[in-house]
């Protein structure tokens, strides 16, 4: 055996099968053909199939992790009942985790890892490594076949009737039906949500004139001497409650955020004219897909939506200055009433949020 | 007097081990022996890259055992109640019974965390390994007949991975994922025409209603799930049925497979693979966490962290929708024709065609009929290869797009430069990574030349007598010989003579000529490098075989 332990570069003492394409197949052929197949070089050996105290070993190696995991599982067991589940330790190099995740992701992991360690150390140096060829076979059918199954179509179509023309009423009537059935399918799918109404609901919000704006930290309506110039306040409409039943739904649409701007600094006059003394109010629902764009540099008066980087400039009526977003952020038209409190003039003019079909 | 004849009634020794008992009951009615006869001593040939598909095929396995798990504690609904579970931050603050259910599998279920995060980096591993399945099998033409249709099962699983993602991380409704089904509105709105329809009938009534995560919830525990079970199936089977590629080398032939059989080694060695991937996952979510949904909070349309980001495999179509400019048009009639989305959605799925109907093209381009059975070495396909590589660098530049904001942080660079650069690199990148990629795949294939020609480059200087130096070259053994130039190297298609044999002019149309114009694009001189033959590797080893 040990003889073989050599170079299987020089392997070509005829005791492997040369197995070339070639139809001479001699031993010649490597003087005609440099390149032909020198056939399957003959197996090496391992240690474990010429050291028996190496396999010893290695059945060692493998009877030893099965057991590791063995024990990894008690272990898990144990983790489980022992510790409790709201308790933080300080674990290297992790800090500050749950010892309950830590050490039943940890005895799970080594309990799988050394089950498959042993099986693959197993079949590595245990399990016969010779390796041997199976042939393959074309997978199309040789013609005979084929005429065969042509044959059978052919009387199978001829006793139904369906070919050559003869129950043709039959085959399409068929045809017809089976097309048809799959309709009551999708008939059934028209009530999964109400009529979109050409966009109306996209285009209604809560705001009506009067509505109160409610700064949303405090929950009070917003007064102008509350805002000082550069700051943003998020707000919402006076009457939307987080318990509402459609809280979600009207939120999503009439969610505004007001900025103060030095009037001077703003460069739009309708933008002005619609803001009560330097104060703007814009929806905050980005016009490219809805994300609220409320991260605002106060300098250069630039809102950004933090989903797609959309950039409007607020002193200029919200007008895109980068990203993907497609039009200006709606702006809400305000006033000051006789309490002196922000309130809306009405409801936006055009539609808040990403556009769609209908938005003209 | 009958003619039935029955077969050879077999008789179970008296003697025989249960085990034989139990297998020859089953015999009897499955036909146990007839499947394993053809299929316990299957071979199987070893490589490193051959495991790559079992990785996505464990992550699958993983993913339904903890999938299941989860689905006993998740409560796949949108009312609102207020939390009262464990976490303290979160204790009286309103939200879907979604999220709290997540909280709760998170903080009051003891290992339930260590489910949740198994669950999201086996879902991440999935994709990762589909991806990298995918490359091995295209770089190596393991698409080539007989393999396309498996190429496609094996495509559509991607696709069902990546919705079946989406659907997943969407569930608990934390500030985050409720971006993401947000996103998923607008992008559904902005479809021409039905946009506004698609809308109501996906969420059942105005964004984000209470249908979404329940509709998403069937999806992603059944629905598509089932789906890729089924075509898991059928994409193993048909391995089986078409058995195994492997690379050229000595007795591994186009009508041989060579390797070790299924039973024993491939079932220890693969089998234990599985518990290898568990165990590995495991620990990585004992140690890793992974979407810390109670940071977040419930899901508000008005609120947003920063660095929202999808799970990588959407990052591309993320990225595409970053790079966009804002095209926006209202068209004569009145209605929005919202390009900033449109084009990213229909972008998307074609560049993920171009890879899917990429073997057909092949097929097409090089006319060739053959089965295929030897895995190529990249570099023996230029042109492929070249392909491959540049439609990866078109996923980078997008999935860069979508992470541009972290680019711009951790860089330190301005985030309108990156997205100037994605939309640039998009068209040119792939481009400039096409040819640099074709000619280091023939500089490969001129060192294989040179190596058989030559011999191996051993390092060793030698003097001669009349001081001259040489280099000493050894020569490859007969199976590196071989295994370098094992490969076809089919000749480049012609347009054929202009006249037939009748003098007659020939027709040749434009696809035709098409055709013939990128078959020499693959197989021309710029396309291949000749491998050498015998009869110059005779010369050169009779000439100078001194060395």
């Known amino acids: ?360 | 007097m009958s003619t039935t004849t029955n077969p050879p009634k077999r008789e179970t020794r008296s003697g025989a081990p249960a085990g034989e008992k139990v297998a020859d009951w089953a015999d009897g009615r499955l036909g146990v022996y007839t499947v394993a006869k053809s299929n316990m001593r299957k071979i199987f040939p070893d490589h490193w890259s051959f495991l790559l598909g079992e990785i996505c095929l464990y992550a699958f396995v993983i993913l339904l055992l903890t999938g299941v798990y989860l689905t006993l504690f998740f409560v796949p609904s949108m009312a609102e109640i207020e939390y009262e579970g464990s976490y303290i931050p979160m204790q009286g603050v309103l939200m879907s019974e979604a999220y709290a259910s997540t909280l709760n599998i998170s903080f009051d279920v003891r290992g339930g965390l260590l489910m949740r995060e198994i669950h999201h980096w086996s879902a991440l591993l999935f994709v990762v390994g589909i991806f990298f399945h995918m490359m091995r099998v295209f770089f190596t033409g393991a698409f080539r007949k007989p393999r396309e249709i498996n190429w496609l099962f094996g495509f559509a699983l991607l696709v069902l991975a990546i919705l079946t993602g989406l659907t997943g991380y969407s569930l608990p409704d934390d500030l985050l994922s409720g971006v993401g089904i947000r996103f998923m509105e607008g992008a559904i709105l902005s479809v021409p025409v039905v946009g506004t329809w698609l809308q109501m009938l996906v969420f059942g009534g105005e964004f984000p209603g209470s249908l979404i995560i329940p509709r998403f919830f069937v999806a992603h525990v059944l629905l598509l799930p089932g789906l890729m079970l089924g075509l898991l199936v059928a994409h193993l089977l048909l391995v089986v049925y078409h058995k195994h590629t492997h690379f050229a080398g000595p007795g591994r032939t186009n009508d041989n497979v060579v390797g070790m059989p299924l039973f024993p080694v491939y079932m220890a060695k693969a089998g234990g693979f599985f518990f290898l991937v568990f165990g590995v996952i495991a620990m990585i979510a004992a140690t890793t966490s992974i979407n810390p949904v109670w940071v977040l909070g419930p899901y508000r349309p008005d609120q947003i962290s920063t660095n929202a980001q999808p799970d990588w495999y959407l990052g591309f179509s993320e990225g595409l929708v970053r790079m966009m400019p804002g095209w926006e048009m209202v068209i004569p009639g009145g209605y929005t024709l919202n390009l900033g989305l449109l084009v990213p959605l229909i972008v998307f799925p074609l560049v993920f065609a171009v890879i899917a109907l990429y073997p057909f093209f092949e097929g097409w381009v090089t006319k060739d009929k053959r089965e295929h059975h030897i895995a190529e070495r990249p570099r023996n396909a230029p042109t492929r290869t070249a392909v491959g590589v540049a439609w990866l660098s078109w996923y980078f530049v997008a999935l860069v797009a979508g992470g541009n904001d972290i680019w711009a942080i951790h860089f330190d660079l301005s985030i309108n430069a990156i997205t100037w650069w994605t939309r640039i690199s998009f068209f040119v990148l792939p481009v400039i990574v096409f040819i640099i990629t074709r000619r280091i795949c023939l500089g490969l294939q001129r060192r294989d030349r040179e190596k058989v020609l030559h011999g191996r480059e051993t390092g060793i200087i030698k003097r001669l007598p009349h001081g001259e130096f040489i280099e000493v070259h050894e020569p490859l053994s007969a199976e590196k010989r071989y295994a370098l130039t094992a490969h076809d190297q089919p000749r480049p298609a012609e347009l054929g003579p202009s006249v037939d044999e009748n003098g007659v002019p020939r027709k040749v149309g434009p696809l035709e000529r098409l055709r013939v114009r990128i078959n020499r694009g693959y197989y021309g001189p710029s396309g291949q490098i000749p491998k050498p033959t015998a009869e110059e590797y005779r010369e050169i080893t009779s000439g100078h075989g001194h060395h």
């Open chain 1, 1 to 360: 055996m040990s003889s073989q332990i050599e170079s299987h570069d020089d392997v070509n003492d005829g005791k492997t099968p040369v197995r070339t394409g070639d139809a001479d197949g001699l031993p010649e052929t490597r003087e005609h053909d440099p390149f032909a197949d020198p056939g399957l070089p003959a197996h090496k050996p391992r240690i474990q199939d010429l050291d028996e105290r190496a396999a010893k070993r290695s059945e060692r190696v493998v009877t030893l992790l099965f057991t590791v995991s063995m024990l990894a599982t008690v272990g898990f067991i144990l983790s489980y009942a022992l510790i409790p589940i709201d308790a933080i330790t300080y674990i290297w190099p992790f800090g500050n985790v749950s010892p309950l995740n830590f050490s039943l992701g940890m005895t799970l992991g080594l309990a799988l890892f050394c089950i498959g360690a042993g099986a693959v150390h197993w079949s590595r140096t245990l399990m016969s490594d010779e390796e041997s060829a199976q042939e393959r076979h074309p997978i199309e059918a040789t013609p005979a076949v084929k005429a065969a199954v042509m044959e059978d179509f052919r009387k199978g179509t001829e006793e139904s009737g369906i070919g050559f023309g003869r129950r043709k009423m039959i085959r399409n009537s068929m045809f017809g039906a089976l097309a048809l059935v799959p309709l009551s399918g999708i008939v059934l799918l028209r009530d999964l949500g109400p009529s979109p109404e050409g966009g109306a609901p996209l285009r209604r919000t809560m705001w009506e004139e009067g509505t109160l704006i409610i700064n949303e930290n405090t929950g009070q309506p917003l007064r102008p001497e509350d805002m000082v110039v550069g700051s943003l306040v998020q707000a919402m409409p006076e009457g939307l409650d987080l318990h509402d039943h459609h809280f979600h739904e009207e939120i999503a649409k009439a969610a505004v955020m007001l900025v103060r701007l030095e009037p001077e600094d703003i460069k739009d006059q309708q933008s002005a004219d619609w803001g009560h003394e330097g104060i703007l109010c814009y929806s905050k629902i980005c016009t490219h897909i809805g994300c609220p764009a409320t991260l605002y540099e106060q300098q250069t008066h630039h809102a950004l939506c933090p989903c797609h980087q959309s950039t409007f400039d607020l002193s200029d009526g919200a007008r895109v200055l980068f990203g993907p977003a497609g039009h200006a952020l709606p702006q809400l038209r305000i006033t000051v009433n006789e309490d002196g409190y922000l309130a809306a003039m009405g409801d936006f003019e055009e539609p808040p949020g990403p556009s769609f079909w209908e938005r003209g």
